[in-house]
């Protein structure tokens, strides 16, 4: 593996730095400057902690140079903003007709590709319906899957609450896709690490994005489950060319919302087991 290390060494400070937080120890000191150790190169998992705790700036890694990286902690959001998000976080069930922007989608998902995964596997697939011809004949090929389960009385006691799901429907009512105007589904493989958190870590990184720049989410389990009741019909997670073998969870709906909330909730009652070992 070549991991195109390079260290400036009119910048480099010999702080060790990078040495000491490569999680593989990959990195070792020669001279005074960080070298990589042929014999370890190959548990590289290309985490870029060495470039991300270089103080200076003098350590590039797998030709990504260290200028085009945001500057902390400078850039960071204070406390009172993140709390503010988090608690102001609200399910969004009324959507504007308006899509949001291609550029916009694309840079919110740039940005969560950042998001943690198991041994830095980043094997998530993200699955966008952003366009609105697509979201409705998503919407038309769901509803009308059910409508002929409920018909033909296929529908188990359990799931019977999706004829309420059908009747809304006849009535021009859409509760599950709730008339937003686009879909996220994260699937990963089950041969990495952790498919499943991996899975809803992205989609809560997105979440989190997207209630900062005004864009409403609505975690969704009514869709896969939806998509499983239709599968003796039709396989809809290979209409949106999901892999048969993927680990499969929520359904993100998203778009402008039609309410503004202007205060946060107080649920603050959080359930804390508090060990204390001798």
Request: net charge negative; charged share 20%; aromatic share 6%.
């Amino acid at each position: 593996m070549d991991l195109q290390l390079t260290i400036d060494q009119d910048l480099c400070v010999q702080c060790s730095a990078c040495v000491e937080d490569c999680p593989f120890h990959i990195l070792e000191l020669e001279d005074g400057f960080p070298i990589a150790n042929p014999k370890r190169v190959h548990h590289c998992i290309q985490c870029q902690h060495c470039l991300a705790v270089c103080p200076t700036g003098a350590l590039s890694i797998c030709g990504i140079r260290p200028e085009k990286s945001l500057p902390l902690p400078e850039t960071l959001p204070n406390g009172h903003q993140v709390e503010a998000l988090i608690r102001g976080r609200r399910s969004v069930r009324f959507y504007k007709p308006d899509s949001v922007p291609a550029e916009t989608i694309n840079e919110m998902l740039s940005i969560v590709a950042n998001a943690p995964t198991g041994k830095n596997n980043r094997g998530c697939l993200f699955t966008l319906v952003d366009e609105k011809t697509s979201m409705d004949v998503l919407r038309e090929e769901t509803m009308e899957g059910l409508r002929k389960v409920v018909q033909e009385k296929r529908l188990s006691k359990e799931l019977g609450y999706y004829r309420h799901m059908v009747s809304a429907w006849q009535q021009g009512k859409d509760i599950i896709f709730r008339n937003a105007p686009h879909l996220l589904m994260v699937t990963a493989p089950p041969t990495i690490a952790t498919p499943e958190a991996d899975a809803i870590i992205a989609m809560s990184y997105f979440d989190l994005l997207a209630g900062a720049m005004g864009i409403g989410t609505l975690w969704n389990g009514m869709i896969p489950t939806a998509f499983s009741i239709l599968q003796d019909d039709v396989d809809m997670y290979a209409r949106l060319g999901i892999p048969e073998d993927h680990v499969k969870g929520y359904g993100l709906l998203f778009g402008y919302p039609t309410v503004q909330y202007h205060r946060t909730v107080q649920r603050d009652q959080a359930q804390i087991n508090r060990v204390q070992l001798a």
